[in-house]
DNA sequence: GCGGTGATGGGTAACATTACCCATCACCGT
DNA sequence: ACGGTGATGGGTAATGTTACCCATCACCGC
């Protein structure tokens, strides 16, 4: 409702008259399509700037494309979605394409399973799905229609892309750097939300289940300390709190995310005690925070912005016809700060 | 191109066939719209329900609404602009519009256009600006054809509604914290940034332009000293070395953004000095991470999610046709922390 | 000169939905 | 019984763009 006051959009049909030719014709230079000479090209561009033409997403989905990528994220508060989403803008916009981007909530189900929607009704051509909680059959329904990527979860697909970090890697650097440094009552702090996702598919099922595993393959079962909170400063401060109350209490804490490390770190502020001197602590992620002289945190390192890139260009392909299934794996590295140093003596 | 195997989506008329009525029967269930008695829409609904229809959105465009709310926001890193989206959500989701990102990339004009643009091809319904750069003329265009809310500038305009918080009061409410306190050497990390925005618009500049008000309403104007290097981390950690570099150095240093002030404890800590013994500093914001024990920054506090839940309601006004223009402002609230405290004696 | 060929431009239908208007029907009061 | 009325359902056109196919034209080799 609410007739706008503004004069009517500029159409396609606007743009043929004023260049006296074709609808059909200033469709094909729209879309670099055979069959235009130099001249109708040029002319009909001229057509278009004068008038300031720009073609309607909602007409050309009705036949074509949107050139539009989705992307589906639980939420903006997580830094490394950043990192993703500049490698991912970098590679489709050379393409024309445009990212935009819907947040599910967090790990719920309905209101992921609400995000996508959304995004299928609104035929994004492609569309990147950050470590959804879904089932995999359903996203697999999805991905029938729409191509599809799926950034950060362990798993293959015959219909979809996968594109991850090795996070078993990450957390082995994480593990044995600490072990090496001395330590042996080693805590770890994860995110128990896992929705519909199968038991060792989200990251942080695998770096706590790798975690486990290294802990038991160096003989330390019994000092296995986890506090499955969430990845949030939130989290991270309420499980460092509860593992610090542990007796004896861990010589160092591996978060699974930065986030969770900051929430940490104070944590382990707030009881008196020291980084490293007392407590050494462990983040994953390298969010740039981790750099600052104050904070120092000693982090695992994976490439975000290749992984957006490469999502993209995924998506891309797949735009393009392929219907075979790819995964992609960054390998991460370990990024030592002063926030981790051997135990204290005793 | 690339047909996709999967079989073709539900549409409108399936669902008519379905329940043996008319495509226009249907459509009117699906839009609350009069004439539709009971049983016809108890029917519908269940072919609906049966068949997993969905509308689809281009479709709907072209005659109508999209039930899209566009956000245009220069980048995600700000967690600020996560509580505002938060409050969006929380308004607009009832009423069944859906928001949706994109990102411009930051302060640069033609990126910013493209990114609004791009909303305004999508037909969002409404949009909402997180402190853009562009020219108040053009944003005005952009607001004649498509409801719009303007947050974060300071400025007026008959065709668009504008959300603010009340910069002055906020920076008041930090230099006269300061100053009670003893401090006479209050330092400011600001962003030029400004694009074609008027020259008192953006929130940095009413920040900066505050702060050297109330320097010289305090009779401190020699004591003024301002690095404009950015609203991040980054920013700050380089604008603090250049204030410490400074001589006399000043006692305080006030960050017009909490990532900016996370950067400016990072180059105090390096620095050699301590906080708040040797230098105090305060942010703005109070991003979460400000009140975790190890950092504990001194921040003003603006409510993000009520000026999300409002630009949603002034959207959703506008799309049932208000035409005249509103003005929403949020004061701001000073959190003191252990980052501030009287300057060393001397 | 004539049929063939390749390049270029255009006509048309189709996409899914909704606004507008009309048709139908039951029921009412006279 | 009959015109009027209000409630309900449906037909149709229109939205802007593009895929498909056809028409036209210049030019070629024979």
Redesign the interface.
């Known amino acids: ?2 007739t ?3 004069r009517r ?1 500029v159409t396609i049909t606007d743009v043929a008259s004023h260049a006296q030719v074709s609808t059909t014709a200033v469709s094909k230079v729209l879309r670099n399509a055979y069959g235009v000479s130099e001249a109708m090209r040029l002319k009909v561009q001229a057509a278009i700037d004068e008038l300031g033409y ?6 050309r ?2 036949r074509g494309q ?1 050139f ?1 990528i989705g992307v589906l994220l639980p ?3 997580n ?1 490394f ?2 990192d993703i ?1 500049d490698g991912l ?1 970098e590679e489709i916009s050379g393409a024309g394409y ?6 599910s ?1 967090g790990p719920d189900l309905r209101r992921e399973r609400a ?1 996508i ?2 995004l ?4 994004a051509d492609g569309i990147l799905m950050i470590a959804p909680v879904t089932a995999r059959t359903q996203l697999e329904e999805t991905a ?4 599809t990527v799926v950034l950060g979860r362990h798993e293959r697909s015959a219909v979809y892309d996968v594109v991850l970090d090795d996070d078993e890697a990450g957390t082995e650097l994480v593990v044995e750097h600490l072990i090496a440094l001395g330590h042996r009552r080693i805590a770890h702090i994860t995110d128990p939300a896992g929705g519909r996702a199968g038991p060792l598919t989200l990251p942080q099922h695998v770096r706590a289940k790798t975690y486990e595993r290294l802990m038991t393959e160096h003989g330390l079962t019994e000092h296995i300390a986890i506090a499955a909170t969430s990845y949030t ?2 989290g991270g ?1 309420a499980g460092t709190r509860e593992l610090l109350a542990r007796t004896p209490r861990p010589t160092a804490i591996f978060a699974g995310m930065d986030q969770a490390a ?2 940490a ?6 009881a008196g005690l020291t980084v490293p001197g007392d407590i050494s602590v462990v983040g994953y992620d390298n969010a ?2 981790a750099a ?4 120092s945190l000693t982090s695992v390192d994976q490439d975000g912005a290749i992984m957006g890139k490469t999502a993209g260009r995924l998506l891309l392909e ?4 392929r ?1 075979s299934a790819v995964r992609f794996s960054v390998t991460p590295t370990l990024v030592p700060r002063r926030s981790t140093a051997p135990p204290p003596a005793g």
């Open positions: 409702m609410a706008r006051e503004g959009r720009r073609p309607q997403a909602a007409a989905a009705m949107t539009t939420h903006i508060r830094p979605f950043a989403l803008t445009q990212a935009v981007i819907v947040q909530g995000a929607d959304a299928v009704d609104r035929q029938k229609t729409t191509p400063e939130e401060y900051f929430g770190l104070a944590a382990v502020h707030e740039r925070a600052l002289a104050h904070i797949r735009i393009q016809g219907t």
